[in-house]
């Protein structure tokens, strides 16, 4: 799984400013799955939408393979530290490494293996990656959103990531599901109706006050995994 995505090329007309994922949402469990604070990685973070929603309650670093976007990120979330390598960070100096569509694209179990090794004890790991195996893609068959991405790589099932987090000796907590917010789905209902319809799952874990996601892996788009380091 070597192939690069969009995201990865030097190039200005990318997606990279796509602010359509709920990253509030997102920012809101993980300030909760660690209320403590402390330092973060953001491994993929694009132009930082992620970020400046988390640099007040962590010491923020993030890290995106495209040039473009570092750049952007730098401007947009200035109090954040925008690295040209990751790797520099040291061994077991981070109390959170979150990741949002960037782990499909790394060679894995390797890059877990890696960013495991920079997580402390207790350390978290909340990533968001396509599931192929998910209710989002049966529906949507040739037009799935990751389709794209699936016809250059392998995307991962949901049992081999939980298989790749446990092989780098990290103890996997939930894999959840993020709900169906990419409609139409079916050809006979109207688009609004099928918004409402599809998309009150995830509307509802987004806006319920628990510290993590609770729908089910299969009822998503993507596959929603936390895990802690012993």
């Known amino acids: 799984m070597t192939a690069q995505s969009a995201r990865e090329r030097d190039d200005p007309g990318v997606a990279v400013d796509d602010d359509r994922l709920p990253y509030w949402w997102y920012a809101r469990v993980v300030r909760r799955l660690c209320p403590q604070g402390g330092r973060l990685l953001d491994y993929g973070c694009g132009t930082g939408n992620l970020l400046k929603r988390l640099s007040a309650s962590f010491e923020a670093f993030g890290y995106d393979p495209a040039p473009f976007a570092r750049n952007r990120a730098r401007t947009n979330v200035p109090d954040a530290v925008i690295l040209e390598d990751w790797q520099v960070l040291p061994p077991s100096g981070l109390d959170v490494i979150v990741s949002l569509r960037g782990m499909e694209h790394a060679p894995q179990p390797h890059t877990l293996k890696q960013l495991a090794a920079k997580l402390r004890s207790g350390g978290l790991l909340l990533y968001a990656v396509p599931n192929p195996g998910g209710l ?95």
Do not use: N
Not at 140 to 147: L, N, Q, V, Y
Not at 153 to 163: D, G, R
Not at 212 to 221: D, Q, S, T
């Open 136 to 230: 989002g893609r049966r529906l949507k068959g040739a037009r799935w959103f990751a389709h794209g991405d699936s016809a250059k790589l392998k995307l991962p099932t949901h049992a081999e990531w939980v298989m790749f987090v446990r092989k780098v000796g990290l103890e996997v907590q939930h894999v959840c599901g993020d709900g169906l917010w990419d409609a139409p789905y079916v050809g006979i209902l109207p688009l609004g109706v099928q918004r409402a319809l599809f998309g009150a799952p995830g509307a509802l874990q987004e806006l319920w006050p628990f510290s993590r996601p609770f729908l089910p892996a299969a009822v998503g788009e993507c596959l929603i995994i936390t895990a802690r380091k012993p």
